[in-house]
């Protein structure tokens, strides 16, 4: 059994290093002070008190993003905050915009990060994890000087050398359990050795100031790593006068969510009410107060990088190389006469120079490569009107794009920025407007909604064409009330619930896909209990209209005539109207003229029955169109059955179809003659077998001579046979000629039409 220690849990500490994005001063020209002087007095001036950036648009999409626009004025150099949660960190980093539209620039922007705990605990010489035990603890003290307390002995004094478990029984007989025991080995200051049990009233306290500051820190790790709280993100805003700051990220938001109300007035009068809202939370880190909010149907790709998060790359270890050392050796000297006159000769005759060992030995391998960073600027182009926001509205924005040149320093590029036009809202509550496959509702009153807390907004209010159907189809057996709702209106009307009100009572809810100014579409919301359809009849007539022949392939077209009866009772006190979905056939089937649907879709019709009260309604749905057969004739295969089925029903073709017919019947009675022959062949091998094996047991025996007569006899006739045999398939291999030749010349075309 391993006990731990209860170390604490939970978050992060610290302020580590901010994050600074600078970018080159953009100050208008002045006729008092060269535009040098200016930029560098502002860039001078400490920038003034800290003020918060409101939010002033929101843009909330289905895919679970939304587009955030901070603005506010600013005067001089100034310092502004935007407070959003540490989940939203990833998203922002990834986003940021921002737009000074007076001319100035942003000198920064910070925020307060955090390094991972992993990282930070490498800055203790503990050497513990996250989650350490017991043991782990005592083998991170082993060496130090302890107090322990609470032990056999009193307090005891002294160096922690280990720490060991043990198994040990507890109890006698049957109930004996092994349990696991810990003990520490300690060395007095005495030097003598004591192992003492690891108990819970055992105490041990580190006498090191600087070891106990460790653990603090340890522990001051663990509970603040799992904090989470809002990011403060600082922008520094240099330049002259009052201006426009606008500030611009995307930030993951809980999906907004459509529903809507269906009312209908006491005195039916084919339309109804139509009230939409749209469920919006606002989970970030500050209110939404007058804000214009838009809400767009669509989803946008969109993604998160951890790029608030700090990375460490695994760097190569590469082992210090070291040079083999020689091993001592000893060599023959020579003769030291012979080689001083030798050395002598060689330096008079100016073979050999002096050589001079120095002192130490200096390399200059050059200045050392250096890289210097270059300052971006993003240049707006246009006024920045205050109308609409988004990249191009003016101003300076605080990025840059770098790029190496060839000294590796960072060269500034200059990137223009092309204005959109702004966003304009017609009268109205609310506005619709398309861009690529996305469509949004935009507010136009202001909108305020607190951090932390959700509201409904309202999107539509109108009447709408509406009519109460019971809807029925086959596939599924049950009637169901329904509305048949066209939006007349000028929005989209996005996927969501729905709820209907009849008669001042809620009479049901469902669901709704998008529809589109113009579209009608039916909107189930409940079963109807006083409606009973089923189908009466069915009939179905096939008659020939065509047959081509053609080299072999005959093809048939029918016309095919399909009826439907349906059949609806009403026991409800009201009249219904009932709208019944017949499956549409396609492939040239259409419906008997006369009869036309009320709704065509591409793999069915609707038809409309009004059903009186306490009465029955039947209505029948023709439907005709071609179907088509194919046969191949093929000598290999008897179709003599075939063809004169086809005969009878088309005489015309019998004149076409005769030689063929004949050549079939001449091909199958070959067949049958070669089957018999086959037959009568393996009969007489049978007996020409049998009698020679008679013929060998009776070798000797005056009675094989009759056996050696029956040989002979079977011998002959199954010659004969094996001649009949091929002679017969001969004949056939002609007989397939002449059946693929008339195949091949079969040309015949004809129409009931014609006739």
């Known amino acids: 059994m391993r006990r731990s220690f209860a170390l604490s849990c939970f978050l992060a500490f610290m302020i580590p290093p901010t994050l600074t994005v600078s970018l080159a001063a953009q100050v208008p020209a002045s006729t008092t002070a060269k535009p040098e002087h200016i930029a560098t007095k502002a860039l001078l001036a400490p920038p003034q008190v800290v003020k918060d950036l409101p939010v002033r648009k929101v843009v909330l999409y289905k895919n679970g993003v939304g587009y955030f626009e901070h603005a506010g004025a600013v005067s001089g150099n100034q310092r502004v905050a935007i407070d959003f949660t540490s989940s939203q960190l990833n998203d922002v980093l990834q986003s940021l915009t921002v737009l000074d539209e007076g001319g100035g620039h942003i000198a920064g922007v910070n925020y307060n990060s955090t390094t991972p705990l992993a990282e930070q605990l490498k800055s203790l010489s503990l050497g513990m994890t996250d989650d350490p035990t017991s043991t782990e603890l005592f083998q991170a003290l082993r060496g130090q000087r302890v107090e322990v307390t609470g032990g056999p002995g009193g307090v005891i004094t002294g160096r922690l050398m280990s720490i060991e478990s043990r198994s040990e029984k507890s109890g006698t007989g049957d109930n004996a359990a092994t349990v696991d025991k810990f003990y520490l080995t300690l060395v007095a200051t005495s030097g003598a050795v004591r192992v003492i049990e690891l108990t819970p009233a055992l105490s041990v306290r580190p006498l090191d100031g600087n070891l106990q500051g460790q653990l603090d820190r340890y522990l001051e790790l663990l509970s603040t790593t799992h904090s989470t709280g809002l990011r403060h993100l600082t922008l520094d805003a240099l330049g002259q006068g009052e201006r426009e700051l606008r500030v611009s990220y995307i930030s993951e938001v809980p999906v907004w969510k459509s529903t809507y109300r269906i009312v209908f007035p006491h005195t039916p009068n084919g339309s109804a009410t139509m009230q939409g809202w749209a469920v919006v939370d606002n989970t970030v880190g500050a209110d939404w107060d007058n804000v214009q909010l838009s809400l767009v149907a669509g989803a946008p790709q969109s993604f998160i990088q951890p790029l608030s998060q700090p990375l460490y790359t695994r760097r190569p270890e590469i082992p210090i190389s070291t040079e083999a050392q020689l091993t001592p050796q000893t060599h023959e000297a020579a003769d030291m006469r012979q080689d001083v006159a030798a050395q002598s000769e060689m330096m008079n005759n100016g073979f050999l120079a002096p050589v001079r060992i120095p002192n130490k030995v200096s390399v200059n391998a050059g200045p050392a490569p250096r890289t210097s960073f270059g300052v971006a600027r993003m240049e707006g182009v246009g006024s920045g009107s205050a109308g609409g926001y988004g990249p191009g509205s003016g101003g300076n924005i605080g990025g840059g794009i770098y790029r190496n040149n060839v000294n590796g320093a960072l060269e500034s590029q200059t990137v223009e920025v092309v204005d959109r036009a702004s966003d304009a809202y017609k009268e109205g509550d609310v506005t619709t407007k398309a861009f690529d496959d996305f469509f949004e509702y935009a507010l136009t009153q202001p909108v305020t909604i607190h951090k932390n807390e959700s509201a409904m907004v309202p999107i539509l209010q109108q009447e709408l064409p509406a009519e109460h159907v019971t809807l029925w189809s086959e596939k599924e057996p049950t009637p169901l009330r329904a509305v048949w709702l066209e939006n007349k209106s000028k929005l989209t009307l996005d996927s969501g ?162 030689p063929v017919i004949d050549a079939q019947t001449a091909l199958a009675d070959l067949d049958r003659r070669i089957t018999e022959s086959k037959q009568a062949e393996k009969t007489a091998s049978d007996d020409e077998a049998r009698d020679r094996d008679n013929l060998t047991a009776l070798k000797g025996n005056d009675a094989a001579k009759r056996f050696v007569d029956e040989l002979n006899h079977a011998e002959d006739l199954l010659q004969s046979t094996r001649k009949q045999t091929a002679d017969l398939e001969q004949q056939k291999k002609g007989a397939v000629e002449k059946l693929n030749a008339l195949i091949s010349t079969l040309s015949f075309d004809w129409d009931v039409k014609a006739k």
């Open 497 to 658: 619930s729905f709820s209907i009100f009849e008669s001042g009572e809620f009479a049901g809810e469902g669901l709704l896909d998008p529809i589109h100014p113009g579209e009608k579409r039916l909107l189930s919301y409940a079963a109807d209990q006083a409606v009973r359809i089923k189908v009466t009849d069915r009939e179905n007539q096939r008659t020939l209209h065509h047959v081509k022949i053609f080299k072999g392939g005959i093809i048939e077209t029918h016309m095919d005539v399909v009826s439907v009866t349906y059949t609806a009772v009403n026991h409800a006190e009201a009249d219904r109207v009932v709208l019944l979905e017949h499956q549409r056939r396609n492939n040239g089937w259409t419906l008997e003229e006369g009869l036309k649907a009320d709704e065509t879709a591409p793999d069915l019709y609707r038809f409309k029955l009004p059903v009186g009260s306490h009465s029955t309604a039947k209505l029948e749905v023709r439907e005709h169109g071609p179907e088509h057969s194919s046969v191949t004739l093929n000598a290999n295969y008897d179709q003599t059955n075939y063809l004169l089925d086809l005969v009878k029903r088309v005489p015309d073709a019998l004149d076409t179809l005769k």
